[in-house]
């Protein structure tokens, strides 16, 4: 167990301890909701940087952390989709669960091909993230019906259109690929 598997394994563990603190009866649970989630976020990022920084990379830690972060934000969605009752908030929501499941299994028939680097994270991927983060984390801070979870419904909504083109930009590049495959099956 290295730094970055360990805070991998700290998100995972934060998970439940999400969703038990966003559903208590106590004032406080959005903004406590929200820093544990932010926490998550952070973490997401910095195992990536300790990871090259200590030269800690491991297979383990290539295959858990995007585990880590989609379980996450799944996670968190589902419990704003609930809380929200909103039709823009699931349609987001399934987007954006929908587009990870997709890229996921993507990425692994790309891998087993050996054609992995075809499907990296893009720039448009990773702006994606950060906008998908930050809406979760307002989303998570304020009480539905409020002025800032209409703003943060606003962010997941730019997140989920960034959603589907980082999509279409994975698939694009995977498109020789994958038309070759066919071909070859037919």
Same mark, same amino acid.
């Given at each position: 167990?290295?730094?970055?598997? $360990?805070?991998?394994?700290?998100?995972?563990?934060?998970? #439940?301890?999400?969703?038990?603190?966003?559903?208590?009866?106590?004032e406080g649970r959005y903004y406590a909701?929200?820093?544990?989630?932010?926490?998550?976020?952070?973490?997401?990022?910095?195992?990536?940087?300790?990871?090259?920084?200590?030269?800690?990379?491991?297979?383990?830690?290539?295959?858990?952390?995007?585990?880590?972060?989609?379980?996450?934000?799944?996670?968190? /969605?589902?419990?704003?989709?609930?809380?929200?009752?909103? #039709?823009?908030?699931?349609?987001?929501?399934?987007?954006?669960?929908?587009?990870?499941?997709?890229?996921?299994?993507?990425?692994?028939?790309?891998?087993?091909?050996?054609?992995?680097?075809?499907?990296?994270?893009?720039?448009?991927?990773?702006?994606?993230?950060?906008?998908?983060?930050?809406?979760?984390?307002? /989303?998570?801070?304020?009480?539905?019906?409020?002025?800032?979870?209409? $703003?943060?419904?606003?962010?997941?909504?730019?997140?989920?259109?960034?959603?589907?083109?980082?999509?279409?930009?994975?698939?694009?590049?995977?498109?020789?690929? /994958?038309?070759?495959?066919?071909?070859?099956?037919?």
């Amino acid at each position: 167990m290295n730094i970055p598997n $360990f805070l991998t394994s700290l998100r995972i563990f934060l998970i #439940p301890v999400l969703i038990v603190i966003y559903y208590l009866p106590w004032e406080g649970r959005y903004y406590a909701s929200a820093a544990i989630f932010g926490i998550a976020a952070i973490t997401d990022w910095l195992d990536g940087f300790l990871a090259r920084a200590l030269n800690q990379s491991t297979p383990f830690g290539a295959f858990f952390d995007p585990v880590a972060d989609k379980v996450m934000v799944s996670v968190a /969605l589902i419990i704003l989709v609930a809380a929200y009752d909103n #039709p823009l908030m699931t349609l987001a929501s399934a987007v954006i669960v929908g587009r990870e499941i997709v890229i996921s299994a993507l990425r692994e028939w790309m891998a087993e091909m050996g054609k992995r680097a075809s499907v990296a994270v893009s720039f448009v991927g990773k702006f994606k993230t950060t906008m998908q983060m930050i809406a979760i984390f307002i /989303l998570l801070s304020n009480a539905p019906g409020t002025g800032w979870a209409d $703003f943060g419904l606003f962010v997941l909504i730019i997140a989920a259109l960034l959603t589907l083109w980082s999509m279409y930009i994975y698939l694009k590049a995977a498109w020789p690929e /994958l038309s070759a495959s066919k071909s070859n099956n037919s």
